[in-house]
């Protein structure tokens, strides 16, 4: 097996052609009334439009990188208005904030995603950037990274890596790197937070419109049917004062007096009713 270091400097990005998604423009009440976005940024474990393949374990551990959680935590971890076109090494390590167009407030993974919220930045990139989610504009995403490129039976595997950002282009590597939806209130987003806090208790009706998940029938039927919810309270001795459900139907957070709150994931089959909203009356 050859393996043979053919790159170093990784932009990832493909030159022809749109993908197609699904997103809900919703006014946020938050970040001065920017929209916050939901978005896939990436995918592990697959072969790009590139040829290039990242492995789960080589970038699910730059989300907690020390320079990730400090740029997260300052508000500046920022997506440029695509890849720089320079070849210099400097240039393409350095995030210029004088051409951001978004700005990241947290990261997360589900399965093989890489998952973030973003808002536009506040200069005339960012809010451009705003006023194309809340029309309706499916900004996509590209990895800028350092790391080096082998040749491994998965092909141009990518080892080594350090996460720059990723930057805002007109069409990803990955077929699935696109904005998914704008949440209709970013109140419990925040840069660095976990998902628990982090994704509002919103889920999106066949209509477009955007409700709470805390209809009695609901609640009711988690109880009855959910078997990692009994367990959970067969288990510990946690008295909680409301339950909700997280916009995917992924989880169920419990919520005591004093504010402490805890997650129970959710069953695939329970998930799967959740997401069929004629079942419920909404």
Not at 235 to 250: H, L, P, R
């Amino acid at each position: 097996m050859i393996d043979k270091e053919i790159g170093y400097i990784i932009c990832e990005s493909s030159p022809t052609g749109p993908s197609e998604t699904h997103i809900v423009s919703l006014k946020s009440s938050d970040y001065n009334g920017k929209a916050v976005a939901e978005c896939i940024l990436q995918t592990a474990d697959e072969t790009n439009r590139n040829g290039r393949y990242y492995s789960e374990e080589e970038l699910f551990p730059q989300l907690t990188a020390p320079r990730t959680v400090e740029l997260l935590r300052t508000g500046t971890l920022r997506a440029e208005c695509g890849h720089p076109l320079s070849k210099d090494l400097q240039r393409q390590s350095t995030i210029d904030d004088k051409i951001t167009c978004a700005r990241f407030l947290d990261l997360w993974t589900e399965g093989k995603n890489i998952k973030a919220h973003v808002i536009g930045t506040n200069n005339e990139y960012g809010r451009a950037f705003d006023l194309d989610l809340k029309e309706g504009v499916l900004p996509a995403w590209s990895l800028r990274a350092l790391g080096s490129v082998h040749q491994t039976r998965n092909g141009a595997e990518v080892r080594n890596l350090r996460l720059i950002t990723w930057d805002n282009v007109i069409y990803p590597s990955h077929p699935g790197a696109y904005t998914q939806r704008v949440l209709s209130e970013a109140a419990d987003v925040s840069a660095g937070s976990d998902d628990t806090n982090s994704v509002p208790e919103t889920v999106m009706t066949e209509s477009g419109i955007v409700i709470p998940i805390t209809n009695e029938k609901v609640i009711n039927y988690l109880k009855t049917e959910s078997a990692n919810l009994k367990f959970f309270k067969e288990c510990f001795d946690f008295v909680y004062s409301s339950i909700i459900v997280n916009e995917a139907g992924t989880k169920v957070v419990l919520t005591t007096n004093d504010g402490q709150t805890i997650a129970v994931d959710m069953e695939r089959y329970i998930h799967n009713n959740l997401m069929d909203y004629h079942k419920f009356e909404f």
